[in-house]
């Protein structure tokens, strides 16, 4: 093969000394085509996974569901009325075929309120949420000891909390075991059983770590709220699009509570799916968008190497000639200019490739986790090996044009040449 003959190598390395800046220019252009490449698809990677962690932790099949105000009159019924869920839409929802999980919640002062808890002198504002151990398959709860709200809690009303880890910086000592402590929530005492760590990023991890939850009924009980419910958590089946699950609880609950079926605006929902999918298919489009502008950029260089090529083939006229002119088949010429475009595209993309990567691990190494929207912008080995393969695509492309020309040279003419 002629990749591994001496004699090929040696005339490239000799074509490389006779016109080193030439050749060193040539290369730069490949050398940014694939370095800009890799830095603008780990710039993507580094916007994807800093947005999408704000879904992390979460089923991205699920939604939710709140009450609001009616707009129109039905049943007898006047518009703008003020209704509430109830423990009993809990069953109703778990018997639709397309729902998989329900979790009913209530938050103690509504939805982003925050109330006074005390432990001896201290005391901290937190987000106090009532939920079921359900909560879990919807969004991710994470441990640090102890454990989190089971269903004796629920069936026994237990008293019993499980708090954030910022929650328990404000009332707690550094490194003092929270468990089996108590706090004191709205002047009622519970005991803490679970300490959780934060498992999402952005606004939601925030809220997280501020928040104590407590068991569904015993918050009913507790804080006079009866049977309501403020809002639902539900995970769709697999198999069913969530789209279809939420249409089919939104139904539903307009049914049970007189909402009129063209009152847009009685039941507020939002699905993570929906806005998951859409943000999914914007990152795959910015991708493709990329590659193109980064094979622009690489291609603008395998031109100059092709054009160099050219150059080199029109020098090296006469020695083609006398090869052809002692028995050197097409075959050997072609293979000879393209193994040149292939190793010059090669090395100098190489090391664009490396360079990228490192500068991207180090920029993710800087930020860490504190890169808020954009974190982790590194790209992966599947992407460094397309890469790779379209710098070998584009080294054999960058051959074809000057060996052609190369092959279409006639030994005599070419010995005539000075």
């Known amino acids: 093969m002629m990749i591994f003959e001496k004699d090929n190598w040696q005339e490239i390395f000799a074509t490389i000394r006779k016109n080193k800046l030439r050749t ?154 929270v468990i089996g402590e108590y706090i004191k929530i709205n002047g009622v005492y519970f005991k803490v059983v679970g300490l959780t760590e934060i498992a999402i990023g952005g606004q939601e991890g925030r809220e997280q770590s501020q928040r104590i939850n407590i068991p569904f009924t015993t918050f009913q009980n507790a804080f006079n709220y009866g049977d309501v419910v403020g809002w639902f958590a539900i995970k769709s089946k697999e198999e069913v699009p969530a789209e279809v699950s939420e249409q089919r609880v939104v139904e539903l609950l307009k049914e049970r509570h007189k909402i009129a079926p063209d009152d847009l605006k009685a039941i507020g929902h939002w699905n993570m799916a929906t806005e998951y999918n859409k943000l999914t298919g914007l990152f795959s489009a910015i991708e493709i968008l990329v590659w193109i502008v980064g094979v622009g950029t690489l291609l603008a260089g395998v031109i100059g190497i092709s054009t160099i090529m050219l150059i080199v083939v029109k020098e090296r006229t006469k020695e083609i000639g006398v090869k052809r002119a002692l028995g050197a088949v097409p075959a050997q010429v072609i293979g000879q200019i393209v193994l040149e475009a292939i190793f010059l595209t090669s090395i100098s993309g190489y090391f664009g490739l490396v360079f990228g990567i490192g500068i991207l691990e180090g920029l993710d190494k800087a930020i860490g986790n504190s890169g808020g929207l954009f974190t982790n912008p590194t790209v992966d080995l599947a992407v460094a090996i397309k890469a790779l393969i379209v710098l070998i695509i584009s080294g054999a492309l960058a051959g074809l044009l000057p060996a052609s020309k190369a092959v279409a040279i006639k030994p005599v003419e070419a010995l005539r040449t000075e």
Request: aromatic letters at 10%; proline letters at 3%.
């Open 24 to 177: 060193f220019l040539t290369m730069l252009g490949v050398f940014w085509g694939i370095f800009m490449l890799v830095i603008m698809l780990g710039a993507g990677n580094g916007l994807r996974h800093g947005i999408l962690r704000e879904f992390g932790g979460s089923a991205t099949n699920s939604f939710f569901v709140w009450a609001q105000q009616t707009t129109k009159a039905y049943k007898g019924m006047k518009p703008n009325r003020i209704f509430n869920y109830k423990t009993n839409d809990i069953k109703a929802i778990e018997q639709l075929p397309e729902v998989a999980v329900v979790s009913p919640l209530n938050q103690l002062g509504g939805h982003e309120g925050t109330n006074n808890v005390m432990r001896g002198l201290k005391t901290a504002a937190c987000e106090i949420q009532a939920c079921y151990p359900n909560i879990s398959d919807i969004s991710e709860i994470r441990i640090n000891k102890g454990r989190f709200i089971n269903a004796l809690d629920i069936k026994e009303k237990r008293k019993v909390c499980v708090i954030g880890p910022r929650v328990a910086e404000m009332l707690f000592k550094k490194d003092e075991d």
